[in-house]
């Protein structure tokens, strides 16, 4: 079992490029999630998939897009990178659904570095 | 906006001492949840709490949450190098699994 996994670990990538953030999960979890924590503060919740099928957006949304490709996998695609977006990202999964498990798993996270 | 604040910011304790720390609120919740990350690493959970319960245990660990007070405090018994770590407090306020976290606490547990 490998829980939540993520790729790449690390990226750099200059201002304007592109690139997808992978996230997978084994656990046969419905709801999974991608964070951004900066320095010093909490994570904060970027979008989010309640079930396979459905994407919605969470407190910092702008400059991201999501793909819940099927129900193990959801990936995040930064269009246009910008050095705003360096951060560190995290996948995480839950339950969800009707079972009233909402403890999340969380991936490994990417440090992401825009310059 | 972060819905969750953690007080203290960092604490600093020995090794067989008692941790605590608490979270404000400033909405209804459906359920507050607290996460440990060791340095580099990702989000453990460690306990979740429902709005209509008022103290949860989990092996060293102990929760309480006032709504009335929109606040919870995370109690760790006989501390251990091992929970050095930053703690977070999550609130959920609708049951969709939506966290709102704050900006932890930040706790070193010298031997």
């Known amino acids: 079992n490998a829980g939540v996994t993520q790729t790449p670990k690390f990226q750099v990538l200059k201002t304007g490029q592109s690139m997808t953030l992978q996230c997978a999960q084994d656990?046969?979890?419905?709801?999974m999630y991608w964070y951004r924590q900066d320095p010093g503060m909490g994570l904060r919740l970027i979008y989010y998939?309640?079930?396979?099928?459905?994407?919605d957006k969470g407190e910092v949304p702008n400059g991201y897009n999501v793909s819940r490709l099927n129900k193990r996998e959801f990936s995040l695609r930064l269009e246009s990178a910008a050095p705003s977006q360096t951060s560190v990202y995290f996948c995480?999964?839950?339950?969800?659904?009707?079972?009233?498990?909402?403890?999340?798993?969380f991936g490994p996270g990417t440090r992401l570095t825009v310059l | 906006s972060q819905q969750g604040e953690e007080d203290p910011q960092a604490l600093s304790i020995q090794e067989g001492e008692n941790a605590t720390m608490n979270c404000s609120y400033k909405?209804?919740?459906?359920?507050l949840q607290w996460y440990r990350q060791n340095s580099g690493r990702g989000l453990v959970h460690l306990i979740l709490?429902?709005?209509?319960?008022r103290e949860k245990h989990s092996g060293r660990l102990r929760v309480t949450l006032d709504t009335s007070k929109k606040s919870s405090s995370l109690l760790i018994t006989a501390s251990r190098a091992a929970d050095t770590a930053s703690y977070f407090c999550?609130?959920?306020?609708?049951?969709?699994?939506?966290?709102?976290f704050g900006a932890g606490t930040q706790v070193v547990v010298t031997p």
């Open positions: 998939s309640a079930s396979e099928g459905t994407t």
């Open positions: 709490i429902r709005s209509n319960e």
């Open positions: 909405t209804s919740i459906n359920n």
């Open positions: 995480a999964s839950s339950k969800g659904g009707t079972s009233g498990a909402w403890e999340q798993f």
């Open positions: 999550a609130t959920d306020a609708n049951s969709w699994g939506k966290l709102q």
């Open positions: 656990m046969n979890h419905n709801s």
